[in-house]
């Protein structure tokens, strides 16, 4: 049996990687056509990376190979990374990984891959392999460390039956939930020198590489992509100014403290607030005005609650991204422009961080909101479809938002309308479309229309309006609005 290499390079969020094990998957696979999906199931046992593939038609479920995959394989460092990648510190990564290929449009399918993340139940046997032992768990933990509190019940029981002790993450090593910062006194966070990702303590490679591109080609483009990745993760506040107290439980940052953050006087005498994208950029701005002696206090705080900062603050005009070198500044009617526009803050969030059920979750929760760009003609909204991989085909994907700034990243031209996820959803579904895209740029997701219909099928009470209401069709927050360039 040969096989087709795995696309080499890095890969930049776990979307790409479980596309990257979805072409494997295809490449290895050898099955008669007409399946609607295929289901790999992976796991780390004994050393070794195991699969287990199940084959869906219709109503059947065609159990496939079972067993190790071979030494050497072109996949094994793409199943390493999506591990890496699915990793949060204090949180640990994933025991078993789901990747599910859907195919549509037989005898020449499109495929659409995604993938689910299981961090607490312990892997099952799936051939000769055996059971997952507490050696298994152990090299597992060593090499993804987790709490105290995020271990679970059954780690805890296999290893006492062998009589191992099992790694332990220190307090230090929380993941982002536990351990948010804030920069208002009432909900304290934690304050440090920077975060230990990198040498530099980059904490969103995302907007860092937005910026450096719009420092090399200052243009509205560039601009909007800065806006768009801080839709997501967290960023840096300098707060060196600031008398902190300790909390409860180690903080650093307790309810007492009194935060002050970094801001600057502009040339033309407006007022900006900084905020990093590494520690290494703030160390140098702060250096530049204290000098070396001292280190920067930094403050970890999330990217979007950065934004409403400045827009609830009339004290700033700008929010300025790395202004040790060069930045990217935002002005006031930007940021308003993206902060009051409805979005999904929770997709975006499960976008970038590769969970499905963390998404599923964010698009059936009752006050979830998604957006669609469309365009008017002779008086109706038309949204827009994402363009089909092969020439002269019917667009069949439409494409559906979590935020204005993911719109004018594709198209400044397009008007931006908001309705309910679920009546969004819906109304995919019955304008015919065989899938919906969440969002135009990495990190996206496509759900097939089947995905759709079992997705809406956990939702007892249908949205007002029913399931054929256009979102935006009549009066909806965020109706016509324009990208930044011309707020």
């Known amino acids: 049996m040969s096989e087709t290499p795995a696309p080499t390079g890095p890969a930049q969020d776990p979307q790409q990687l479980l596309d990257t094990i979805g072409a494997w998957v295809l490449s290895v696979l050898r099955t008669e056509p007409g399946w609607d999906r295929v289901v790999v199931d992976l796991k780390v046992q004994g050393g070794r990376v195991h699969l287990r593939v199940r084959e869906h038609r219709g109503d059947e ?12 394989s072109a996949v094994l460092p793409a199943v390493e990374q999506l591990r890496e990648r699915v990793h949060r510190p204090g949180r640990g990564t994933w025991f078993t990984a789901t ?23 312990r892997p099952e046997p799936w051939a000769e392999e055996g059971p997952y032992t507490a050696q298994d768990l152990v090299a597992h933990l060593e090499r993804f460390p987790r709490t105290r509190e995020r271990i679970p019940a059954w780690a805890d029981e296999l290893a006492r039956r062998a009589g191992v002790r099992l790694p332990v993450a220190g307090e230090d090593a929380r993941d982002e939930d536990a351990r948010g910062g804030t920069a208002a006194p009432s909900a304290p966070g934690d304050a440090g020198t920077g975060a230990p990702e990198d040498p530099e303590g980059t904490v ?29 993760g967290t960023l840096l506040l300098d707060v060196t100014a600031s008398t902190l107290v300790p909390g409860p439980e180690g903080r650093t940052v307790g309810p007492d403290s009194q935060l002050r953050v970094q801001t600057l006087t502009e040339a033309d005498g407006t007022r900006s607030l900084a905020v990093y994208t590494s520690a290494a950029e703030a160390r140098a701005m702060h250096e530049r005005h204290r000098g070396r002696e001292e280190q920067p206090v930094l403050l970890r705080e999330s990217a979007v609650r950065i934004l409403q900062m400045v827009v609830e603050d009339e004290q700033y005009d700008h929010l300025v991204v790395d202004p040790a070198h060069r930045g990217c500044r935002i002005s006031r009617p930007q940021l308003e422009w993206v902060v009051r526009t409805p979005r999904n803050d929770a997709a975006k969030a499960a976008l970038a961080e590769g969970s499905m059920p963390q998404l599923f979750a964010a698009l059936l929760a009752p006050p979830a909101v998604l957006l669609l760009g469309v365009r008017v003609q002779d008086g109706r909204a038309v949204p827009v479809w994402a363009r089909p991989a092969r020439e002269g085909v019917a667009p069949d994907t439409m494409l559906l938002f979590t935020s204005a700034a993911e719109i004018a990243a594709l198209d400044r031209s397009l008007e931006v309308r908001s309705a309910p996820a679920r009546q969004a959803l819906r109304f995919a579904l019955d304008s015919g479309a065989r899938a919906a895209c969440l969002n135009a740029r990495p990190p996206v997701a496509t759900l097939g229309a089947e995905q759709l219909r079992e997705l809406l099928a956990l939702v007892d009470e249908p949205d007002a309006g029913g399931p054929g209401a256009a979102p935006g069709n009549g009066p909806a927050e965020g109706a016509g609005e324009q990208g930044p360039a011309a707020p």
């Not at 990747?99 to 139940?121: C, D, K, N, S, Y």
């Not at 969103?204 to 800065?226: K, L, N, S, T, Y």
Request: proline share 9%; glycine share 12%.
């Open 99 to 121: 990747v599910t290929i859907a195919a549509e449009g037989w005898p020449q399918p499109v495929h659409r891959v995604g993938g689910t993340f299981e961090l607490e139940h």
């Open 204 to 232: 969103h490679p995302g907007v860092r590489a937005a910026v450096e591109a719009f420092a090399a080609a200052p243009d509205d483009a560039g601009m909007i992509e800065v806006l768009r990745q801080a839709t997501a």
């Open 61 to 72: 479920v065609v159990p496939g190979t079972a067993g190790p995959v071979k030494e050497g």
